[in-house]
């Protein structure tokens, strides 16, 4: 029934009964019990921020401290060393549909994309124009902003639809053979609208561009196919549908057949050919280890380990068709429910035009993001402006997780509880 | 005896019972149970590279992980959001010798070395040298190349003493009005050799040029006091000294008057003002975190607070006093059995120019580490060319590891047994 053939057009109901079964029908079931729930009472819509903790990670991590660290000490690092190239390696097949040695584990998103947005300026002298998105997330902007100033370049900005995306005519618009690189997001932060990377790489390609994806709402979500998409670079973390833990770190891909011609800005000795030789001569190595910088932090590298156990069972495929269900029955009880107390869907309608969260707007979505934590136990988040973010991760979140969150939004805004909240926004979630 | 007013002429007569009398009256000996020590037989002389497990660090990691991960979820980040502006407050008080507000928690060494000496870089456009260190760490140099390259810079080369470290005659050779800036290490990755850090930096001043520390085997080691000598910047690690765990989140020190002058290449959601505003231009935040960049790793940087309740219980300057007694019988005990036996010292001779770890040269340096890793449990590192280097890190290293370390080195290189293992370089350590 949601095997990734289902038919998209799903009736549903509306009773819990409906959400009972599907939970019941669920083959990624299974995989709710491999992480922790600690209150069983809450309900976590916000897996697309911070996924849950895998049950069997505390373990991992402990025998790392324990034995890799305190009894390995220093010569652990023989083996610690290939981590990041075999954790790049695991996404790149499982994720994020890339080759061998086309993905590495490396800093945050942003100095990833600072690196690599570097590099592909440096392929194309000539060109004078960097493009960015005017809705994407704040860092990925700010990057480019730095850049564009540090090279004198100029920074040109497609306005996406904040509730619907990328629009492809206004893309092309700002297309011409002074852009050397364009940065987009494959899912946008806010709203979830999912970009036609394909269609978007050949535009840019059309012009002489190369294209930076941030997949940081991507991975884990949907499938990337960056070999399939004709993906030249892209960079995301690993902290949300990989359930990576906090600051988990960030992963970069470049395509093999760009690799020899990228020189990233920061020559770490982790990009170095010979690292232990340390000789005079920076000697960029010739593997996908050249983006790297400096030393890794191994401790939260570890972690993912066993988060990318559960995302390489569950299969991508499964994951993005029982996530595209969670946001139509979260879509479907939208309408039925919250639209009559002022809410409207802030994300593309079309199932697949979304990533696997999305978002409602309403005029006091603040105050009712706070109730809702504080009196009610669902954890989503709030986006400026005005928005409610729902990010129901396939991975652990059950059909009746998101009917009893909805059902409980209904009846605290019905009652106004959220009026009793402040209207300042002095916390971060 | 040694509570750092001890003269620094200590006579040893080379008996085991003498280091024992040093055990017996360390006023440090209650740290080492706070560190643990899964294999009591191996003496552990690598504490420069990666420090030992505080034994206090596998719970509070844990509860950080099932509590603040688990639990908590993403709510965690409303207090985990301060932990590297705290821990850099601790550092800036009880390790670097700064004010509050000058240290932050960011990144790994080299990329706060890029973004630091990027930015002096730029507060000097008319200056059009850089001047490293032939010597430095190789992170530092790699990163100090990629700069000039990337910005058409003079690299000039101030050649230190391999053995000896940086001489204050041949850096003011290379000193003139054209250096933006100098990056040099306060203790030398290699041979230990403490730089005067006050009179460098005078000197640099006096032709205009700022000066950027690499604190990496100074943290924890030597009472740095950043203020006091007049520092501009400093990068370090907190891996070594600071017992942090692998790969654990570098620091980074901007002088507090240079803060808002300074603006740091890669502009990160982190360095912005009103963070969660999400808005349109970067504006970096007037304080110490204009200088983050991206989500910091939680569990790399959880791994510093219990280590830094040892350093500051401790106290830097019972650290350094006991730090360099250990490296004067080691060097005593090394001139007297192991220099007949083919070894030199490859470190400054008088202890209060070395930092706590020092360098015995030998043509089979490579052998005789690996030998006594593998039969002898002594670990120590190797450090190109041909040198043996032991850092006995004062927070857990007892006298008799160094006299039983020495005596089973000179008992292994006098039967000839490291001649068994092999030539070949394969491990990193």
Known sequence: MIDGRTPLAVRFDGTREEAEQYDRADPLGFLRERFAHPDPDLIYLDGNSLGRLPVDT???????????????????????IDWGRRIGDRLAEHVLGAGPGEVALSDSTTVNLYKLAW???????????????????????????????QRGLALRTVHSDIDRGIDLDRLRAVLDDDVALVVLSHVAYRSGALADMAAINRMAHEVGALVLWDLSHAAGAVPVRLTEDGADLAVGCTYKYLNGG????????????????????IQGWFGQRDQFAMGAEFDPIGTIDRFLAGTPPM????????????????????????????????????????????FRLASPEEPDRRGSHLTLWHPDAWRICRALAEEAGVVCDYREPDRLRIG??????????????????????ADGRHTRCSREKARIT
Chains 1, 2 share one sequence.
Do not use: C, H
């Open 119 to 149: 590099a592909a300026l440096d392929l194309a002298p000539d060109r004078r124009t960097l493009v960015v998105d005017a809705d994407d997330f704040p860092t990925d902007r700010y990057v480019a902003q730095g850049l564009a100033r």
């Open 299 to 342: 401790l939260s590298t570890a972690a993912l380990v066993p988060a990318l156990d559960l995302v390489e069972e569950a299969g991508i495929d499964r994951l993005r068709a029982k996530g595209r269900l969670l946001g139509e029955l979260t879509a479907d009880l939208a309408a039925r429910w919250l639209e009559p107390l002022g």
């Open 58 to 80: 505390p373990d991992f991590l402990a025998d790392v401290v324990r034995n890799g660290w305190g009894r390995g000490l220093i010569r652990s690092w023989n083996d610690w």
């Open 246 to 265: 906090p600051g988990s770190p960030a992963f970069l891909y470049v395509r093999r057949s760009l690799q020899p011609r990228l020189r990233q800005p």
């Open 392 to 413: 129901p991760s396939p991975a652990y979140t059950r059909f009746t997780d998101v009917w009893d969150a909805l059902d409980r939004t209904r009846t605290l805004v």
